[in-house]
C-alpha cells in the first residue's frame, strides 16, 4: 500500500498495512493506560487522600470521558483525525509522565482530568480513525480484531504495571506507561492519511454531538458496561468475602475466551445481522452473572467469566459495527462519542449502586439482580428499537 494511500478509499483486504499498524499502536497505547489505572486508587491514598476522594479520582477519567465524549465525536468529523489521536496521545504520554513527578492530591486531579480530556479524543478519533481501513462488507470483523487489542492490552497492562510497583515503585510504572505510549505515537506517525474533504458546514443538529438513532444502541451498551463496573470495583472484595483464592483469574479466562470468540462474532454479525448475535449475548452475559452470584469456587468464577466474555464479547462490538453501517463512516466520530458515552454512564454509576445494593443486600443480590435487568431490559430495549427501525426505515437489524 503506498504512502498517498487515503482512508476515505473503500479498502478490499481487511488485513491491509494501516490496519495492522494500527492493531499495533492500539495495543501499545491501551497497554499503557492499564498498567496506570488499577493502582490509582492506592497512588492517592499514598499522598494522603481519604478513601471516597481517592476512588472519587480513580475515576475522573470516565467523568471527564462522558462530559467531553460528544465535542470529540463532533472534532474527529470535523477535522483531521491523525492530527487529533497524535494530540490526545501527546497529551496523555504527558499526563503518564507527569505521575511520576506529583506529590499532592490536588496535583494528582488536575493530570486525572486532563488524561482523561485526552484518552475521550483518543477513544473516539480512533475508532472513527480505523474504521476507513476496514472495508465495508467486514466491519464487524475488523471492529471485532479492533476490540481484541484492548483485551489484550486488559491482560498484559495491568500485571506489568503492578510487577513494577511491586518490585520498585510507583514511578517505574509511570515512566514504564510513558514510554510505552509515546512508541505507539511514534509508530502512528507513520500510517499514510489523506484528510477527506469536509461536508459542508450547516446549522446546528444534534446529531453532530450525540445520534438520536442510536441511543437505544447506547442504553444496551451501558448495561453491558455496567457489569465491567461491578466486576473491576467488586470482583477482589468479593472473592475474600466468599473465601475463593485467586479470584483474579477471572480476568485471564474473560481475556482468552474474548479473543476466541470476537473475530468469529464479528464476521456472524456481518452475515447474518444484529439480532442472530444480540439476543444470545444479552442471555449468556446474564447466565454468567448468575453463576458469579452464587459462586462458591474458584471453578464457579473461572465458568462465570468464560459466560461473560461470550457475551458481552458478542454483543458490544456488534452494536458498534452495526451502528457504523447504518450511519456511515463519514460521521464515524459521532457514532463513536455516542456508543462510548453508553459505555461511559455504565462504568461511571454501577459501582455506586451496585456498592449500595452490596453492602445492604449482598453480593450475590447485586450480581443475580444485574443479570436480571441486562437480560430483560436489554432485550426489550433492543426489541423495540428493531421493530421500530423495521416499520420506518424497512432495515432489519
Given at each position: 500500500?503506498?504512502?498517498?494511500?487515503?482512508?476515505?478509499?473503500?479498502?478490499?483486504?481487511?488485513?491491509?498495512?494501516?490496519?495492522?499498524?494500527?492493531?499495533?499502536?492500539?495495543?501499545f497505547i491501551h497497554s499503557?493506560?492499564?498498567?496506570?489505572?488499577?493502582?490509582?486508587?492506592?497512588?492517592?491514598?499514598?499522598?494522603?487522600?481519604?478513601?471516597?476522594?481517592?476512588?472519587?479520582?480513580?475515576?475522573?477519567?470516565?467523568?471527564?470521558?462522558?462530559?467531553?465524549?460528544?465535542?470529540?465525536?463532533?472534532?474527529?468529523?470535523?477535522?483531521?483525525?491523525?492530527?487529533?489521536?497524535?494530540?490526545?496521545?501527546?497529551?496523555?504520554?504527558?499526563?503518564?509522565?507527569?505521575?511520576?513527578?506529583?506529590?499532592?492530591?490536588?496535583?494528582?486531579?488536575?493530570?486525572?482530568?486532563?488524561?482523561?480530556i485526552a484518552f475521550s479524543?483518543?477513544?473516539?478519533?480512533?475508532?472513527?480513525?480505523?474504521?476507513?481501513?476496514?472495508?465495508?462488507?467486514?466491519?464487524?470483523?475488523?471492529?471485532?480484531?479492533?476490540?481484541?487489542?484492548?483485551?489484550?492490552?486488559?491482560?498484559?497492562?495491568?500485571?506489568?504495571?503492578?510487577?513494577l510497583v511491586d518490585h520498585?515503585?510507583?514511578?517505574?510504572?509511570?515512566?514504564?506507561?510513558?514510554?510505552?505510549?509515546?512508541?505507539?505515537?511514534?509508530?502512528?506517525?507513520?500510517?499514510?492519511?489523506?484528510?477527506?474533504?469536509?461536508?459542508?458546514?450547516?446549522?446546528?443538529?444534534?446529531?453532530?454531538?450525540?445520534?438520536?438513532?442510536?441511543?437505544?444502541?447506547?442504553?444496551?451498551?451501558?448495561?453491558?458496561?455496567?457489569?465491567?463496573?461491578?466486576?473491576?470495583?467488586?470482583?477482589?472484595?468479593?472473592?475474600?468475602?466468599?473465601?475463593?483464592?485467586?479470584?483474579?483469574?477471572?480476568?485471564?479466562?474473560?481475556?482468552?475466551?474474548?479473543?476466541?470468540?470476537?473475530?468469529?462474532?464479528?464476521?456472524?454479525?456481518?452475515?447474518?445481522?444484529?439480532?442472530?448475535?444480540?439476543?444470545?449475548?444479552?442471555?449468556?452475559?446474564?447466565?454468567?452473572?448468575?453463576?458469579?452470584?452464587?459462586?462458591?469456587?474458584?471453578?464457579?468464577?473461572?465458568?462465570?467469566?468464560?459466560?461473560?466474555?461470550?457475551?458481552?464479547?458478542?454483543?458490544?462490538?456488534?452494536?458498534?459495527?452495526?451502528?457504523?453501517?447504518?450511519?456511515?463512516?463519514?460521521?464515524?466520530?459521532?457514532?463513536?462519542?455516542?456508543?462510548?458515552?453508553?459505555?461511559?454512564?455504565?462504568?461511571?454509576?454501577?459501582?455506586?449502586?451496585?456498592?449500595?445494593?452490596?453492602?445492604?443486600?449482598?453480593?450475590?443480590?447485586?450480581?443475580?439482580?444485574?443479570?436480571?435487568?441486562?437480560?430483560?431490559?436489554?432485550?426489550?430495549?433492543?426489541?423495540?428499537?428493531?421493530?421500530?427501525?423495521?416499520?420506518?426505515?424497512?432495515?432489519?437489524?
Open positions: 500500500m503506498s504512502r498517498n494511500e487515503q482512508p476515505m478509499q473503500e479498502q478490499t483486504k481487511l488485513w491491509n498495512r494501516s490496519y495492522i499498524m494500527i492493531l499495533v499502536i492500539s495495543t499503557a493506560s492499564y498498567m496506570v489505572t488499577p493502582f490509582i486508587t492506592k497512588f492517592a491514598l499514598s499522598l494522603g487522600a481519604p478513601l471516597t476522594i481517592a476512588t472519587t479520582i480513580a475515576s475522573l477519567i470516565s467523568v471527564s470521558a462522558l462530559i467531553i465524549r460528544p465535542f470529540a465525536g463532533r472534532t474527529a468529523d470535523r477535522f483531521n483525525r491523525k492530527a487529533i489521536i497524535l494530540i490526545a496521545n501527546t497529551v496523555t504520554f504527558i499526563c503518564i509522565l507527569m505521575l511520576a513527578r506529583v506529590r499532592s492530591v490536588d496535583g494528582l486531579v488536575v493530570v486525572r482530568l486532563i488524561h482523561g479524543f483518543t477513544g473516539v478519533a480512533m475508532m472513527a480513525f480505523n474504521s476507513m481501513f476496514i472495508p465495508k462488507d467486514r466491519l464487524g470483523e475488523g471492529m471485532g480484531w479492533m476490540a481484541l487489542s484492548t483485551i489484550v492490552s486488559q491482560s498484559l497492562g495491568p500485571s506489568l504495571g503492578t510487577w520498585f515503585d510507583y514511578s517505574a510504572s509511570f515512566y514504564a506507561a510513558a514510554a510505552i505510549t509515546l512508541i505507539g505515537v511514534v509508530i502512528f506517525c507513520f500510517i499514510p492519511y489523506s484528510k477527506p474533504e469536509s461536508a459542508e458546514r450547516k446549522k446546528f443538529d444534534i446529531n453532530d454531538f450525540i445520534i438520536i438513532r442510536l441511543i437505544p444502541y447506547a442504553l444496551i451498551l451501558c448495561l453491558f458496561s455496567s457489569g465491567n463496573g461491578l466486576i473491576t470495583s467488586m470482583l477482589v472484595v468479593f472473592g475474600e468475602h466468599r473465601g475463593i483464592e485467586n479470584v483474579s483469574i477471572f480476568f485471564t479466562a474473560y481475556s482468552i475466551v474474548m479473543f476466541m470468540v470476537r473475530p468469529f462474532s464479528g464476521k456472524l454479525v456481518d452475515r447474518k445481522g444484529l439480532r442472530i448475535v444480540l439476543y444470545p449475548s444479552l442471555l449468556i452475559a446474564a447466565i454468567g452473572f448468575i453463576v458469579l452470584g452464587s459462586a462458591r469456587t474458584l471453578t464457579a468464577v473461572i465458568i462465570a467469566g468464560i459466560l461473560k466474555a461470550i457475551g458481552q464479547g458478542s454483543g458490544s462490538p456488534a452494536i458498534q459495527s452495526t451502528s457504523l453501517k447504518m450511519i456511515g463512516r463519514e460521521k464515524a466520530g459521532v457514532v463513536s462519542s455516542t456508543c462510548y458515552i453508553g459505555a461511559d454512564v455504565g462504568n461511571a454509576i454501577a459501582p455506586i449502586i451496585g456498592g449500595y445494593v452490596a453492602e445492604n443486600f449482598g453480593y450475590e443480590v447485586m450480581f443475580k439482580g444485574y443479570a436480571v435487568i441486562l437480560f430483560v431490559v436489554g432485550t426489550i430495549i433492543f426489541t423495540i428499537k428493531w421493530k421500530y427501525d423495521y416499520k420506518k426505515y424497512g432495515v432489519m437489524c
